[in-house]
């Protein structure tokens, strides 16, 4: 047990070099490292000045290539942030699917003879439908089969489920496993879409994952208001260009509940009245691309788009044939801008102009270009740190782990003496470990993690003490040192794995059914078993053997 | 160096006292249920839903201003404390709690985000630059997950760690350990129903920690038994038990001295938002100590073991390098 041939010990320096080399980035800041500082985009003095010296700190750096620079990742909670969860409500994606598919619906039964009135409202994510003549519900249960839309491209479930009712009616309803794929379809292009409208640049760290079928995990670092992501998130953000009629005398009707056919009134942010063409010209999906810009009369802060080449040839037409007219941009059931037409938009350049900041002009134009989304999204939970509590927990928590550190050192030195600092040494080397692990896995260190590491350094020394209480009783019972720190390890070997499997087991359960904060925790305590274990079974005994043989005592004051 | 002060070799009847100790454990228990089921767990908003939102004291500002403002919004019960010194700085922060809010669209989730928004609306307005430490919104239908999952969490280590003790020992040392346990986590949700610290995610992370803490404790106890009662094959259980303890006794205080310290650092050094995990991680060690000589071996020396031929074959394992 105490022979160290020299591959034994080359091997533990190079776990430990190792472990020390992932640590090590942790004690330098990022310039000194050689890592680019983010462009966070951010335009007050302050900012640009740190930023440029981060950056020439960066590019002056002599940290060599080949070192590792990844530090501890950490939890939101430390570096301040915003976390929110999202859920899809699949029975709205499921309504919203099947009022698409009416159209087709109408299409099939469209035989006045089939049905009694037109396709009824549906009602939630079922659509009844009563048949004149119950004679024709074999035909009427063909036809609608025939309609057999599919989720995806290939081997997707049939949507709807069509059920009859009675003598005359049908019941079509979307299937239970069709809302089960249409959900986790809607939550992949929700994630697309979310992405594009927080991070059109692609350049944040905005964290965007989904949790089972129906929520989407949004974690935005550095961010110190949920309101704003809530904002942009909670738009549906359905864009159309209608044609609107100015006429007073239409206006007045429809204020009166008498619109002409086909219009509806639509109001703006400040209650103004517009009545528009229920079928827009051009709508979202003919939008190649949106960009904050400028207003060319004011310099205010305005959204530029651009439209796809046949949504501008159809803009163009209908802008042709109705000069003087009024058009109107409609985000969300709200008139954004109602400009009179003045001369023929030909090309697709259109702007929105309005009292725009230059935060909401690019959120808007992030929002247009990312697109609808296939149904709401609700927030159902929220936490936010601020940035100066995140680094306050960081300094509590390293001032607690170093305080802790101390005292059980000192304990452990008034308690075994000179093998007490070999304990010290390798609990040192244990905490090195242990970031190291964290920095090297990528790991989150959270503030529970920071506990679990502090409660680490408390019970790392538990398997030094169970060692050195063996070698204790065998040096009572008149062995000589060597022997008694030979048989005390062996001897402690199946109680300290016994005692930290069953430790480990809670460390694992802990981290595949806890979430966030929790998870950290667990993720501290797991590899803080693992190298405690270590630390203690082969770095203490490693010195003690180095120690016996240079020192060769007589007997162990232990 | 200290140690060899301490007596080479204790002798303490250990399980002469498991009649008191187990009146003492009943005694606990019963107190503790009855302080759950009466005085309640303070749920924090992980558990409960609701919102918490913590500013940082403006120095003209004081709880009653804050009262005043947020009361206006009419969102039920609002409770506001000042909390001198939970940051590293000693910065004084106002701390904001409302359950969750009644809709009646039946959307609560929604319901809470707006209120929450409201609040933070209301407090900028009032009082301009305000910094808003932290913000948390926990609808209901989040919070029944998360405390299920939790005691999920819980339930299914317990029964890992039987199912481990019993392939390692045998099923008596299962049985004891576990219920020393259960013993452990009953008596410390005790503790937080009467100090009524409240009782969240993190809280449960402690209670898992314990129940490792408790078992490693025990596990410790148990391999000294088995390893003693073979040895002495004809000596009464109960005096192998208290060979085994007495002889695990140094470590036992040591290891829960140092975990105690720096447990200790946390809860005095580590900020109001890590006191309550340290508390029952402080808490669960005293008792986790205690319950494995006094629950978990005085159940295994009721139980008794198999000690005959069968337990000659037992596995041994791990012996040696």
């Keep these: ?558 | 160096m200290l140690l060899q002060y301490w007596p080479q070799k204790t002798d303490v009847k250990f399980m002469s006292f498991r009649l008191p100790a187990l009146v003492f454990s009943v005694v606990l228990i019963a107190a503790s249920f009855f302080m759950i089921f009466t005085k309640g767990l303070n749920f924090g908003i992980d558990f409960a839903g609701g919102s918490v939102i913590e500013i940082e004291q403006p120095v003209d500002v004081n709880e009653q201003d804050v009262r005043g403002v947020v009361g206006e919004l009419g969102l039920g019960e609002v409770q506001v404390n000042a909390a001198r010194g939970t940051g590293v700085e000693g910065i004084e922060v106002i701390v904001i709690r409302f359950a969750t809010q009644v809709a009646e669209d039946g959307d609560q989730e929604a319901a809470q985000q707006v209120a929450n928004n409201s609040v933070r609306a209301a407090l900028e307005a009032a009082f301009p630059g305000v910094n808003i430490r932290s913000s948390a919104a926990v609808g209901p239908k989040v919070s029944g997950e998360l405390l299920r999952s939790g005691l999920i969490a819980l339930g299914v280590a317990l029964a890992l760690m039987m199912l481990y003790i019993s392939v390692r020992f045998q099923w008596q040392y299962a049985l004891g350990a576990v219920a020393a346990l259960f013993h452990d986590v009953i008596i410390t949700m005790g503790m937080f129903a009467l100090t009524q610290f409240e009782f969240n995610l993190s809280t449960i992370a402690a209670l898992l920690t314990i129940v490792g803490y408790s078992m490693n404790d025990t596990v410790i106890v148990f391999d000294r038994v088995r390893e003693e009662a073979r040895k002495y094959k004809k000596l009464d259980l109960g005096q192998v038990i208290d060979i085994a303890i007495n002889q695990t006794l140094s470590r036992t205080l040591l290891t829960s001295g140092t975990t105690l310290l720096a447990l200790l650092s946390i809860y005095i050094f580590g900020g109001t938002v890590l006191s309550g995990m340290s508390f029952a991680l402080i808490f669960g060690v005293v008792i986790g100590t205690y319950s494995s000589i006094f629950v978990a071996s005085a159940l295994v020396l009721m139980l008794g073991i198999d000690r005959g031929e069968k337990a000659k074959r037992e596995v041994v394992g791990f012996q040696g390098t």
Excluded: H
């Design chain 1, 1 to 558: 047990m105490l022979n160290f041939p020299a591959w034994k010990v080359a091997l533990i320096c190079l776990v430990l070099l190792w472990g020390g080399l992932l640590a090590l980035p942790n004690a330098f800041s990022d310039g000194f490292l050689g890592i680019q500082p983010r462009d966070t985009g951010a335009t007050d003095p302050q900012s640009i000045l740190e930023y440029d010296q981060q950056k020439a700190a960066a590019e002056q750096s002599w940290w060599p290539g080949f070192l590792p620079t990844s530090k501890v990742n950490l939890g939101l909670d430390l570096q301040g942030g915003v976390y929110l969860l999202t859920e899809i409500d699949p029975e709205e994606v499921a309504a919203n699917r099947l009022e698409s598919l009416q159209a087709d619906i109408r299409d099939v039964l469209n035989d006045p003879q089939l049905i009694t009135r037109d396709v009824p409202e549906q009602d939630g994510s079922t659509l009844p439908i009563r048949l004149r003549n119950p004679d024709q519900m074999d035909d009427a249960l063909r036809r609608l089969r025939r309609i057999n839309p599919t989720i995806g491209a290939t081997g997707g479930e049939k949507i709807m489920s069509i059920e009859q009712r009675g003598e005359a009616m049908i019941m079509i309803s979307v299937s239970d496993a069709a809302m089960q794929a249409l959900a986790a379809d809607a939550q992949d292009k929700m994630i697309e879409i979310i992405r594009r409208r927080l991070d059109p640049d692609g350049v944040s760290e905005v964290s965007i994952t989904p949790q089972g079928d129906t929520r989407i995990v949004i974690e935005a670092p550095g961010e110190a208001d949920p309101r704003r992501i809530k904002d942009i998130l909670g738009r549906a953000g359905r864009m159309t260009f209608n044609m609107a009629d100015s006429s007073p005398s239409s206006i007045a009707a429809a204020e009166t509940g008498r619109p002409r056919p086909g219009f509806e009134l639509v109001q703006d942010e400040n209650g103004i009245s517009y009545l528009i063409n229920r079928t827009p010209v051009v709508t979202g999906s003919d939008i190649a691309t949106a960009n904050q810009g400028y207003d060319p009369d004011d310099n205010s802060p305005a959204v530029d788009f651009r439209l796809t080449g046949s949504g501008a040839e159809r803009f163009g037409r209908t802008t042709a044939n109705n000069r003087g007219e009024l058009f109107a941009i409609v985000l969300d059931g709200k008139v954004m801008s109602a400009p009179r037409i003045n001369e023929p938009i030909w090309g697709g350049n259109v702007q929105i102009t309005g009292s725009f900041s230059m935060q909401e002009a690019q959120d808007l134009a992030a929002i247009i270009e990312a697109g609808e989304l296939p149904g709401k999204l609700g927030f159902i939970e929220e936490r936010t740190v601020g940035p100066g509590l995140g680094a306050d927990s960081i300094r509590a928590g390293t001032r607690a782990s170093i305080i802790g550190l101390v005292l059980v050192a000192v304990f452990m030195i008034i308690a075994y003496g000179l093998i007490g600092g070999f304990a010290v040494g390798s609990l040192i080397a244990n905490i090195v470990l242990i970031l190291g692990a964290l920095s090297g896995l990528g790991a989150t260190l959270t503030l529970p993690g920071i506990a679990g590491i502090i409660l680490t350094i408390g019970m790392a020394v538990d398997a030094n003490v169970i060692v050195f209480e063996r070698i204790r009783e065998e040096q009572r019972s008149g062995r000589s040192p060597n022997t008694a720190v030979i048989a005390g390890y062996e001897r402690a070997l199946s109680t300290i794995l016994d005692a930290n499997i069953t430790t480990f087991i809670a460390a694992a359960i802990l981290y595949m059914l806890g979430s966030g904060p929790v998870k950290g925790f667990a993720v501290t305590l797991a590899i803080g078993i693992v190298t405690s274990v270590f630390t203690a079974f082969v770095v203490t005994r490693w010195f003690t053997a180095v120690w016996l043989r240079l020192a060769k005592p007589r007997k162990l004051s232990i």
